[in-house]
């Protein structure tokens, strides 16, 4: 049986059941959620990460496209309150963006700012926020939202070899990854590269999500797919 | 000879970096880099030379806002005219440029940066970094570019410091790249899951034969790269030989009372060596077996880069301790081996039946030894320290 | 169930916040949010980013406006065809313009704080100029606005990810001084990841066809369209 933590998302764990897996996303893994622009996939992250912070479980948020202050209002938004989760250092946040826009980030034990032009700094920090995180539990999940601010600062083949290294990071320390990218950004071949390199792939293209999967003990991809919405609750996938 | 100003480093360099002399520290994703070019600048500047950064990274008001972090004022150096940047940051994103140089364009790279060598005649360049032109520039480009900076920087007496991120390069490219410079300083991580340590390696000299020890380093804001000599704890149930395992591969050990460590509140006996072994050196600290001072090995595990477990392989009805403490060990993500110790008695169970009692990881190392008899000792040590330190 | 108020400002466009109303919701553009005003040439939205400025400023928000295809001249005409005149704000300091296009030889442009000269191929100085833009108004207003007419002409006169490094900046800095921008984009002036790329920098993306105006997206409420018409009274749902 593949081991798989609750999404979440209403509705997501129920289409994923297959005969290897309960339904949900499988631990350890990594997922590649893309898809057109403004379809939910932040959305879709923030309420997987939050889904875990109710469990007190521990997540490294990497933040390319907004600012810490930008992704805390976007959940308050949905009610996903993070400020205590802050607090008690159960989110780890790297903040690759905030320095465009002038403002000092303080950095804090679990808050680092770094710059995504610079990304070797990045890895200096996610780094040391595995092993923070690792050190609260080897069940943590880890958000990248997501790969566009990084294409636009950095050659398609640096971002390649950024996301490779931080996989790398992420799966050694037993974390499942989950990383958003906006379908169109790149061109194709970098496009399906990209793809490549997760166990599974979730696309959201306005009205219907379809999951990939490519995990571990399954022979062939599996897939799922369905419509879905996204309510004053975050997404939910509606049933088949 | 400059001053790297760098612990230890100077010393594996013979003194430091000769006058007109490239170096490029090289340093896999995750591990620190930056901090070594920065605090090279700061020392020779501080020596009396000049200097430059060419950045493509970041912009120069973040990079003097790094130096303050590290306890260093590059603003007054800037101010000075000791220092200055060539900006080939902000330009790329649309902010005013900042500095003596700027770059509008790739193709300038080049002439502005000899230009800037020049300039500082018997001082010092850094040029943070070249993993990022490499995308931008062909390959073979970057390997004559470095090379033309090398050789204006040999007539001008200048020393070029390089940061060089070593991303999945093709390989004969990070050795193209290698052996343009005189001088190379591996920075690698010692990883169990999780980074948990970084080290520092001379691994290249054209003036000298390096030593080739590894020396793990933080960078602490503020203060900036210092070393450190990591901790191995010497752990097991009692009884499983620990005393003896310590006193055997350290120089000197020394069992010590309590009351010689203030860290610890309680009345305590442990086994405190240095051991120096083949370049890698570690203080070795034995722990008492008994469970009231799981508190104290928490604490060092904490501190320790790897740690030593001692069982008794003819005493099965101690593996369930020795498990607990292997589980104490791994939450602080730590490399550890298991000292399959009393091989020679009877009942002695062998390695592979251990580990199957044990339930034990493949990864995890279990060593055969006879510490009575000093037999396995070594072994046992350079396993550890190659799970460390790599080949 | 949660009822989710976005604050948002007017729009000044009528029909636009019964449009965008949600349960408990006033409708308009949600404050502090980025938005893509985009669609072929020629179908309102220079009208929709000045109706959306004149609105700001009778609400006493103070408005930066980059300006790349018109000079002010030309603006302040356009503004004065529908009957939105800005003398008094540009006289007041509410309404602070960044001209990239006007012919510094040839025009002379007003002496005042706040109409400020640029270039169209220079974004490192239009950057400049927006962040002193924003400081200036930041110091005396919590809330304000910033259009961008258009991001068409500036990928036209530069390297593309250029534009959307700075646009990315512009953006990120008006948000921190908690204005609402709004950018506007001629369909298919610049190759398709370019324009993935722009409608993925904002929160709200708004088409207009023509004949419909669609939000495609938006903080807080799904998918909605309404036909719409340009009168003489600027753009009416």
């Given at each position: 049986?593949?081991q798989t933590i ?15 897996a309960?339904?949900?996303?499988p631990e350890k ?7 057109p622009?403004?379809?939910g996939?932040s959305i879709?992250?923030n309420q997987?990460?939050y889904q ?6 521990p ?13 805390q ?6 009610n996903w309150?993070i ?6 250092q ?14 000092k980030?303080?950095?804090?034990n679990n ?9 070797a ?9 595995t092993?923070?995180v690792y050190k609260k539990?080897?069940h943590?999940?880890s958000i990248?939202?997501?790969l566009?601010t990084l294409?636009?600062f ?9 996301l490779?290294?931080?996989l790398?990071r992420?799966r050694?320390?037993g974390?499942?990854g989950l ?10 071949d970098?496009?399906n590269?990209l ?6 792939t979730?696309?959201?293209?306005g009205?219907?999500?379809r999951?990939e999967?490519n995990?571990?003990?399954?022979e ?7 419509t879905?919405?996204i ?5 939910v996938?509606?049933?088949? | 000879?400059?001053?790297?100003h760098i612990p230890?480093l100077?010393e594996?360099?013979?003194g430091?970096?000769?006058a007109?002399?490239s170096i490029l ?5 995750g591990v620190?880099?930056e901090?070594?070019?920065?605090q090279?600048l ?8 000049n200097g430059?950064i060419f950045t ?9 806002y ?5 306890g260093?004022d590059?603003n007054?150096?800037?101010k ?9 940051s ?9 500095g003596?140089y ?6 300038q790279i080049e002439?502005?940066?000899l230009k800037?060598?020049d300039?500082v005649s018997d001082?010092?360049?850094v ?9 931008y520039l ?8 470095i090379?033309?900076?090398?050789e204006?920087a040999?007539?001008?007496n200048t020393?070029?410091v390089?940061?060089f991120?070593?991303w999945?390069y093709k390989?004969e490219l990070v050795?193209?790249?290698?052996s343009t ?5 591996s920075?690698?991580s010692i990883e169990?899951?999780?980074i948990?340590?970084?080290g520092?390696?001379?691994?290249s000299a054209?003036w ?8 793990l380093y ?9 070393i450190?000599?990591?901790?191995i704890l010497?752990?097991?149930p009692?009884n499983?030989?620990k005393s003896s395992f310590v006193e055997?591969i350290?120089e ?5 009372d309590r009351?010689a ?11 405190i060596?240095?051991?120096d072994?083949?370049?890698f ?5 034995g722990?008492?077996?008994q469970?009231r001072?799981d ?6 595990a904490?501190e ?5 477990i ?5 005493a099965?009805?101690?593996f369930g301790r020795?498990?607990?403490?292997i589980?104490k060990?791994?939450?602080e993500?730590i ?6 110790n009393k091989?020679?008695l009877p009942g ?5 039946k ?8 493949k990864?995890i190392?279990?060593?055969p030894?006879?510490?009575s008899e ?5 072994m046992?040590?350079?396993t550890l320290?190659k ?5 | 169930?949660?009822?989710k108020?976005?604050p948002?400002?007017e729009?000044?466009?009528?029909g636009f ?6 349960n408990?919701g006033?409708?308009?553009i949600?404050?502090?949010?980025a938005?893509?005003v985009y669609?072929p040439?020629?179908t309102?939205k220079?009208i929709?980013g ?17 300006t790349?295809?018109k000079?002010l001249k030309?603006f302040?005409?356009?503004m004065?065809?529908f ?7 540009l006289e007041d300091n509410s309404l602070?313009v960044i001209?990239?296009i006007?012919?510094v030889?040839?025009g002379?442009l ?12 220079n974004?490192t100085d239009i950057?400049?100029?927006?962040g ?5 108004i930041?110091r ?7 259009v961008i ?7 036209a006169?530069?390297?593309n990810m250029l534009?959307?490094?700075v646009?990315?900046a ?5 948000n ?7 950018i506007?984009?001629t369909e298919?002036s610049?190759?398709?990841?370019v324009?993935?790329m ?7 993306i708004?088409r ?7 939000v ?5 409420i ?5 036909p719409?018409?340009i ?7």
């Open positions: 049986m593949i609750e999404s979440g998302i209403p509705g997501f764990d129920q289409l994923t059941v297959s005969e290897l309960e339904g949900g996303i893994s990594t997922t590649l959620i893309y898809g622009p403004k379809t996939k879709f992250c997987f990460a875990g912070l109710l469990k007190q479980e997540c490294l948020y990497v933040s390319t496209d907004q600012g810490l202050k930008q992704v209002s976007n959940m308050m938004g949905f309150l400020q205590s989760y802050i607090q008690n159960t989110l780890y946040i790297i903040d690759g963006i905030s320095q465009l826009s002038g403002a980030l303080e950095d804090t808050i680092k700012s770094s710059s995504v032009g610079n990304p700094d990045m890895m200096v920090k996610v780094g040391i926020g092993r923070s539990s080897n943590f999940i990248l939202d997501s566009n294409f636009a950095n050659q398609e083949q640096m971002v390649i070899r950024i490779k290294a931080y790398r992420i050694e320390a974390g499942t990383i958003a990218y906006t379908e169109g950004v790149t061109n194709s970098t496009e590269e793809k490549s390199l997760f166990d599974n979730i696309r959201l293209d009205e219907y999500i999951v999967s995990f571990e003990d399954y062939e991809v599996k897939s799922y797919e369905s879905y919405i309510t004053d609750e975050g997404v996938v509606n049933g088949k | 000879m400059k001053k790297t230890k100077d594996f360099l013979g430091g970096i000769p007109g002399s520290f090289c340093a896999v994703p620190e880099c901090a070594f070019g920065y090279i700061n020392g020779v500047i501080e020596d009396g030379y430059f493509n990274v970041t912009e120069p008001h973040n990079i003097i790094e130096f303050n972090r590290y260093w590059l007054k150096y800037l000075e005219g000791k220092a200055f940047f060539v900006d080939g902000s330009n790329f994103i649309g902010i005013p440029p900042m003596k700027s770059i509008d364009e790739l193709s002439e502005v940066v800037a060598i300039d001082g010092v360049g040029i943070n970094n070249i993993s990022t032109l490499i995308d062909e390959d073979d480009k970057i390997i004559e570019i090379n033309k900076w090398n204006c040999r007539v001008n020393i070029l390089y940061i991120t070593k999945d390989p050795d193209a790249v290698k410079v005189d001088s190379v300083v920075l690698t169990e899951r999780v948990i340590g970084q520092f390696m001379v691994t054209s000298l034969h390096p030593k080739n020890s590894m020396v933080f960078v602490l804001q503020p203060g900036g790269v210092k450190y000599i990591p901790k010497v752990t097991g009692y499983a030989g055997l350290s000197e050990s020394v069992s010590v009351m460590l203030e860290k610890f509140p309680t009345t305590i006996a442990m086994d060596g240095h051991v072994h083949n370049g050196v570690a203080d070795i600290f722990t008492p077996g469970e001072f508190l104290m090995l928490d604490v060092l904490k320790a880069v790897g740690a030593f001692l069982v008794d392989s003819s099965p009805q101690t020795a498990k607990e403490m589980n060990t791994q939450s993500a490399p550890k081996i298991i000292v399959a091989q020679d002695a169970m062998s390695p592979e251990i580990r199957e009692a044990m339930k034990l990881d990864d190392p279990i060593i030894t006879i510490v000093n037999n396995g000792v070594e046992a040590l350079d320290l799970i460390l330190y790599g080949d | 169930m949660v009822i108020m976005i948002c400002i729009s000044g466009i009528p916040e019964e449009l965008t109303r949600s408990g006033t409708g308009g949600p404050e502090n949010t938005t893509l669609g040439a020629k309102g220079s929709f000045n109706q959306f400025t004149y609105q700001g400023l009778l609400s006493g928000e103070p408005c930066l406006y980059i790349t295809d000079g030309q302040e005409t356009s004065n065809e009957q939105w005149p800005i003398e008094r704000y602070y001209d990239t006007s012919d030889s040839k002379k007003p002496k005042s704080k706040t109409v400020v000269q640029s270039y169209i191929n974004p950057m400049v100029k927006v002193s833009g924003v400081h200036y930041y005396n207003n919590p809330r304000f606005r910033s007419d258009s991001a068409t002409t500036l990928l006169y530069n390297d534009i959307i490094r646009l990315k512009y953006l990120m800095r008006v921190e001084a908690g204005g609402t921008p709004i506007l984009y298919n610049a190759d398709r990841i324009e993935t722009l409608k993925s920098l904002v929160d709200n708004i207009l066809d023509g004949k419909e105006l669609v495609e997206a938006m903080k807080g799904g998918k909605r369209s309404s719409y018409l009168t003489d009274k600027g753009i009416e749902l």
